[in-house]
């Protein structure tokens, strides 16, 4: 049988064969294919010529690769029982093209024991979802080592982007050429980690955001995980390469009793022959069609920690409060410090108490505060860890995860890991959020996850990192079942976690803890790849940046925050009355612009010179919102014209540089010293002559940018 599915310029093309996994015989640019006569033709001439010493028939890259069919790459597959390790021997196999876009593979083997379901997916978006299960059929206990999803890559694929960082520094880009073997990123921290692969690209050499076929993996998962992509040597079979990854499965971790089911995370894969933009584009269109993406306007946001930190105090925060309701913010989140005994990060957490001492009425002062002037009430909680000064860790020490033979492993913020697939533990946690949520109607959590999980273990020794992503996943539902219309932010010592996992079931994701603007352009800009910016807090920080110490100007802070769910975290009490109203002024330009940004078209160019052009454009063609930003010295005097990207070739558009706090006069987000005419009076050019020839662009000095708004008309040029 073959399946042939097809959707917004895609084909994944599977040939099943009589007791054989299928094959991935294409994924790649739509081919037309129609037909088991079409497959026939596509096999034939992809088909290689077998080489001396090889197998007598080219190897096949099946839906689940293994040693059994030839495969020489990372198997799909690796599981033993009671120590008899096996090859797969398939029968049964049953292959059901369930609609267009969607099959559905069912395969046992019954020597082993084992049963396979497999759900293949090519969305609208042209983005493959393949998802397996695995059911131990037989009897005895089978020990699961791993189990991923992998897709063929040409040989022309030979160049790889993936991503690394650390705190604050997070989504740091790295490329290489593929050489023979594997490239594999693991993540053993228990969360996706700032020095996560996040999305694993092989393309053509020197592929740019605009340029250059490419394909890439994401994990949606926020466990222990691995992206790996293989390059093999002559002989392996039609496809050179494979492209993938899945849970990174712990010894012991996942024994499967008979009758039980794993289910690996769903692994997500993009083709685009535009460079990366064209992956950005289908991901976030992947993304905004889920049932559960935000559909009202994302609140402008301001978050207390970097304006009162632990100093909670209601004489101060309630000043705080009025100035932002002043300026246009919508919503208010009180951060770490409200709860029994957390006067600092070494004590408290776990009590999810509010602390009577600081807070001798509750909660009920700020949440009436804040909604007298009529925005949403947010709270940071903090639910999977815990301190050892904690009333919850000296009552209940056997709920801290460590070996058996200790007491706790090593801390990391003060801060343990509390084992919420511990039922008691979990219930615990679920009942006094659920009473503070109730108290205070909370319509907002902060969810913050400020370590690693080194040595995460039950009180049995057994490795609990899947059952504990899985128990915070459950814990984020049942408590947004339990308050409908609750919203949650994923945060990790900023960007720690960010993945499609966490994102099934928050709204927004902290990209880092640094609102230093210049580290911002580059963390924003890479997270960018993956997700769309309504999902990405962007705030206003401090002028001296509590985490770097640079200081910036207002304006460019302002310009890189305006690209995201945009917000504040400073104490707006203690700045001058213009930097007020510059704040009003910018707040009021993002509403203006968050329904193009949130639901637009991301373009790029690459960085050249120490520069960057990056935008959003309208689905329709008809609007657009672009920023010139200067990250470092240049080397020109002058840096010429900077083509714009995404827009419609046969329409007209009025261009008009943007002054980003709201002034009359525009000014420059930053220093300049030299703007071009256009930028004072606007111009109207043609999209064709924007895309083909250019723009002029100012003489900037580092750390300064350029925002300015394109407009379809019915105006010639001048």
């Known amino acids: 049988m073959t399946v042939a599915l097809r959707a917004n310029g895609v084909s994944l093309v599977l040939q099943d064969e009589p007791n054989q996994l299928p094959e991935i015989v294409h994924f790649g640019p739509d081919l037309g294919v129609e037909g088991v006569g079409g497959v026939e033709a596509l096999m034939m001439a992809s088909t290689p010529p077998v080489p001396r010493s090889a197998f007598d028939k080219p190897v096949a890259l099946r839906l689940l690769p293994h040693e ?43 020597s082993f024991g084992l049963g396979l379901h497999t759900e293949v997916r090519l969305d609208d978006a042209g983005i493959v979802v393949i998802h397996h299960h695995i059911t131990n059929l037989g009897d005895g206990v089978i020990d699961l080592a791993g189990l991923i999803s992998i897709v063929p890559i040409p040989p022309t694929a030979s160049e790889v ?18 050489q023979m073997g594997g490239r594999i990123r693991e993540s053993r921290r228990g969360r996706s980690g700032h020095d996560s692969a996040f999305v694993m690209v092989a393309g053509e050499p020197g592929f740019t955001e605009r340029r250059g076929e490419v394909f890439a993996a994401h994990v ?20 050179a390469g494979a492209l993938g990854g899945g849970e990174l499965i712990r010894p012991g971790e996942v024994r499967l009793e008979t009758d039980e089911t794993y289910s690996a995370p769903p692994v997500l894969f993009a083709w685009s022959d535009r460079g990366l933009d064209g992956l950005t584009d289908r991901f976030h269109q992947h993304l905004r069609a889920r049932t559960n993406h935000p559909q009202t306007l994302r609140p402008v946001t301001l978050n207390t920690w ?8 209601m004489e101060r925060l309630g000043p705080i409060i009025d100035a932002a309701a002043d300026i246009g913010v919508e919503r208010i989140v009180l951060d770490d410090g409200w709860f029994t005994g957390r006067r600092d990060d070494t004590a408290g957490l776990g009590d999810w108490a509010v602390d009577a001492e600081v807070w001798p009425h509750g909660l009920a002062p700020y ?19 815990v301190n050892l000064d904690s009333d919850l860790a000296r009552e209940h020490p056997d709920w801290v995860f460590a070996a058996p033979e200790r007491t706790s492993t090593k801390e990391w913020r003060f801060q343990q890991v509390l084992d919420l697939s511990n039922p008691v533990a979990f219930e615990h946690v679920l009942s006094h959020l659920d009473t503070v949520l109730t108290d205070c109607a909370i319509d907002y959590l902060k969810w913050d996850h400020n370590r ?41 010592s900023g960007g720690g976690r960010v993945d499609l996992g966490i994102l099934e079931h928050t709204v927004r994701v902290w990209a880092s803890d640094s609102n230093d603007p210049l580290e911002r352009q580059s963390i924003q800009r890479w997270t960018g790849l993956l997700l769309p910016p309504e999902l990405v807090g962007t705030h206003v920080g401090p002028t001296s940046s509590h985490t770097s110490g640079r200081v910036t100007d207002l304006d460019f802070r302002c310009l890189t925050a305006l690209w995201g769910h945009a917000g504040i975290e400073w104490d707006i009490t203690k700045i001058s009355v213009e930097e007020r109203t510059r704040l009003a002024g910018w707040i009021s330009l993002h509403k203006r612009l968050r329904p193009l940004l949130h639901t637009g078209r991301t373009v790029r160019g690459p960085e050249f010179d120490g520069a960057w052009l990056h935008g959003v454009v309208a689905q329709d063609l008809t609007h657009g919102v672009f920023s010139y930003v200067r990250l470092v010295s240049g080397a020109a005097a002058v840096p ?3 083509r714009l990207h995404g827009l419609d070739p046969e329409r007209m558009y009025a261009v008009r540089a943007l002054d980003v706090t709201g002034r009359e006069e525009v000014r420059i987000a930053g220093q300049a010293a030299a703007t071009p005419p256009w930028t004072r009076h606007g111009v109207i050019s043609s999209g064709d002559a924007l895309m083909r020839r250019g723009l002029a662009m100012p003489v900037l000095d580092p750390m300064a940018g350029l925002l300015f708004e394109v407009s379809a008309t019915d105006h010639e040029g001048c």
């Open 367 to 385: 949440a009436e505060r804040v909604r007298s002037h009529g925005m949403q009430v947010g709270l940071w909680v903090e639910p999977e860890m």
């Open 306 to 313: 970097e304006a009162i930190y632990f100093d909670h105090d």
């Open 161 to 178: 982007l993936d991503l690394t960082g650390r705190w604050c520094g997070e989504r740091r880009i790295q490329r290489s050429d593929l």
């Open 220 to 239: 949606a998962w926020s466990g222990d995980h691995l992206h790996m992509v293989d390059r093999l040597p002559e002989g392996a079979g039609r496809h």
């Open 640 to 642: 010429g014209l900077v």
């Open 68 to 110: 059994v069919d030839g495969w020489s790459g990372r198997p799909g597959l690796t599981a033993h029982r009671s120590g008899a390790a096996f090859s797969p021997s398939w029968s049964d196999v049953q292959v059901h093209q369930i609609d267009a876009q969607t099959a559905s593979i069912e395969a046992t083997d019954e």
């Open 452 to 492: 690693d999980l080194i040595e995460a273990l039950d009180r049995d020794g057994i490795p609990a990192v899947r059952r504990q992503t899985l128990a915070t996943y459950a814990l984020m539902d049942e408590l947004v079942a339990r308050h409908p219309g609750l919203e949650i932010e994923s945060c990790a």
